[in-house]
């Protein structure tokens, strides 16, 4: 008796029925609820459980978690794996996309990602109620943002400012975001594959004979015109490499003059090699925030709103802000780290003053289409 | 036993494969084939299918320079990991003696380290700064002191990553041949290179074959060594894949280049066998 056919049509038959099971139980949801239908957190009772936060790396001191475990008897576990705002969608977005969060009940995203996630529904709307702190402290210049316009949904965690980082050593004459064009340093040049600080940077510094853009009013052909700039400095070869962090490595080497760089990261290497410094640049910075948020499905939303409410108490604030080095969102830090540590309550680029960031700018939102072709356009140069 | 049962038995013994296959390999690629038919991102959050056939086109043309450059950097990469490793593996092979597995361990230990440690330890070995970079430049093998950053560090960081890949195998093929045949060789007057080329390297044939495209298929899809050791226009095809999936999270196109890749890949595999199979490669086909 031959089997050959009975061979093929058992396995044809289990291919397809296999097949067929998942493809009944794939997931096909992509979108969330939208932004018409968002729940909002409802807290109850007395905080407790456990809370699961998830942050970028090295943004918080070593014992705000263990006090404020103590303080409320909640027990946190807190992961450092926020790395890029859009890795992290990229990892989160499956999740989020049917209702859950992956046990996470509280995240830290930048504005634009914030802003995204809301917009396709995987964040909660905050109860004010339980967060009093947030309300009393906040300074003023983040109480409005155009994209959070009541701050229902997100809280500032840290801001900073994005600008030049110049071994002073190696290069002592690069004050403009121009220098890095300038084929005196060929090949030692960083820019960020962050594409909201590097581009807007570019749009409004006005290089390569190319008039300054207002951001206030940049079309996506100024996106664009900026993107060209930056692609011919890369093939040139006048842009080492795009970076996120790791700029670090190349700074701290030497293999790099200048880069385009995070006020907090200027503040820690400075600390190891005192010429490398944070340069304002003179056209201006880019200001940005770093916002917690509660996602849809999160276990614990009560616990996150106390975590919320616990570091704006300005004591508890000025204890981050001494390791962070970041600039700080709540009122009142200053004053108590003059007591605590006054170098870095006096340290220009963890307390700015009004002069100081006189030039600098949000980036510009971007929306729908023109968003898809300027991210296209922009991943097309970083990735040669 | 029956019969029948006797001759289903070795279907039985396969079924474990089998379902594995089709549960990891068949099915994860109707999805995929499905996704690079979608149009949309998800940030978009217009992901939707509908046939939408130009991925595969667009990103051809938009892409076709990676590709290019990514089966030239993994085609070097194997031709320098042969031309190492093939001396390294007949020496093990044919003067290891008692040292045979010492050295094999030698081979093998770095991958006890992650593949991503090793990378990022080649941006120190290779920096500006450092002594070895400082000697190419003397040598005038390196330019103005820049070797970071360049097609040369990616290629040379993807020849380390995949030489135990090379090494192995052709260690594998090499052992085996029987010494008996090689003093055969040489006693019917044959110079030691007319033994090698008439008698070692046919013998080595299925290592060789084995070792070229154990390096150069992973190789060709890499993006760890051009992420860290080369510069905006040395990003490989694998890079692109990446960031069209996690930071555009633009799955359709990533999905098609994948598919395209896989196409391509499969198409220098064919060639490569039946070249490699052909008697005109080898001389007279050696027969033990």
């Known amino acids: 008796m031959s089997l050959k056919p009975l061979r093929t049509t058992l396995v044809a038959a289990s291919v397809l029925a296999a097949a067929l099971a998942l493809a009944a139980c794939g997931s096909g949801g992509i979108g969330g609820g939208g932004s018409e239908n968002v729940s909002t957190v409802t807290v109850t009772g007395k905080p407790s459980g456990e809370l699961v936060i998830s942050n970028w790396p090295l943004y918080i001191d070593k014992q705000t978690v263990p006090d404020f475990e103590k303080a409320t008897g909640i027990k946190v576990k807190y992961i450092e794996d926020v790395n890029d705002n859009a890795e992290f969608f990229g990892k989160m977005q499956p999740l989020l996309a049917q209702g859950q969060s992956g046990g996470r009940s509280l995240f830290v995203v930048t504005d634009w990602m914030a802003a995204k996630m809301h917009e396709l529904g995987y964040l909660q709307n905050l109860d004010k109620s339980a967060i009093p702190n947030v309300e009393k402290n906040l300074v003023p210049q983040l109480r409005h943002p155009s994209f959070d316009p009541n701050r229902d949904f997100s809280v500032p965690w840290q801001s900073g400012m994005t600008g030049l980082i110049v071994r002073t050593d190696l290069a002592p004459e690069i004050h403009s975001i121009c220098d890095l064009f300038n084929p005196k340093y060929k090949g030692k040049v960083d820019m960020l594959t962050e594409m909201r600080d590097t581009v807007p940077l570019v749009m409004k510094s006005g290089c390569n004979g190319n008039p300054p853009v207002d951001l206030s009013h940049a079309t996506e052909q100024d996106w664009l015109n900026a993107i060209d700039e930056i692609k011919q400095a890369a093939e040139s070869g006048q842009i080492r490499r795009f970076t996120g962090n790791d700029y670090a490595r190349d700074l701290t080497s030497g293999d790099v003059d200048a880069v385009i760089g995070w006020s907090g990261d200027a503040v820690q290497l400075q600390a190891d090699n005192p010429n490398i410094k944070f340069v304002m640049p003179k056209e201006g910075c880019m200001l940005w925030s770093d916002n917690m948020v509660i996602p849809v499905g999160a276990p614990n939303p009560t616990a996150a709103e106390a975590w919320m409410n616990y570091v704006y108490d300005p004591k508890h604030q000025a204890q981050i802000e001494d390791y962070v080095n970041y600039v700080s969102p709540v009122q009142g830090t200053k004053q108590v780290l003059l007591k605590m540590d006054p170098s870095v309550a006096n340290n220009q680029l963890i307390f700015p003053s009004a002069s100081f960031t006189k030039n600098c700018d949000v980036a510009p939102t971007l929306t729908g289409a023109e968003e898809q072709k300027v991210t296209q356009a922009f991943n097309a140069v970083v990735n040669g | ?288």
Do not use: C
């Open chain 2, 1 to 288: 036993m029956t019969s029948v049962r006797r001759r289903l038995v070795p279907y039985f013994l396969l079924g474990p494969g089998i379902i594995w296959l089709i549960l990891f390999f068949a099915v994860p690629m109707y999805f995929m084939a499905r996704l690079s038919l979608y149009s949309g991102t998800v940030f978009q959050g217009n992901l939707q299918f509908d046939w939408h056939w130009a991925n595969f086109k667009d990103s051809l043309d938009l892409y076709h320079s990676q590709f290019v450059r990514s089966f030239i950097y993994a085609g070097a990469a194997t031709l320098i990991a042969l031309v190492i490793s093939y001396p390294l593996a007949y020496a093990i092979a044919f003067k290891g003696g008692r040292w045979k597995n010492a050295m094999l361990l030698a081979v093998v230990a770095p991958f006890f380290t992650t593949y991503l440690i090793r990378t990022i330890a080649w941006e120190t070995i290779l920096s500006d700064q450092s002594p070895v970079v400082k000697v190419l430049t003397d040598v005038g093998l390196a330019t103005n002191g820049h070797v970071l950053a360049t097609a040369g560090a990616v290629i040379a960081g993807i020849t380390y990553n995949f030489l135990p890949f090379m090494v192995l195998p052709l260690y594998a093929s090499l052992e085996r041949i029987d010494p008996a045949l090689i003093e055969a060789g040489r006693d019917l007057y044959g110079s030691p290179a007319a033994v090698f080329r008439k008698v070692t390297l046919p013998l080595s044939a299925p290592g060789l074959v084995a070792g070229t495209l154990l390096t150069f298929i992973p190789a060709a899809g890499d993006y760890v060594n051009a992420f860290f050791l080369g510069a905006p226009n040395n990003q490989m095809i694998g890079n692109v894949i990446q960031d069209l999936y996690l930071k555009q999270t633009d799955y359709p196109a990533a999905a098609a280049l994948s598919f395209i890749l896989m196409a391509l890949i499969m198409v220098v595999f064919v060639v490569y066998i039946r070249f490699a199979g052909s008697e005109a490669l080898m001389g007279e086909e050696a027969r033990p």
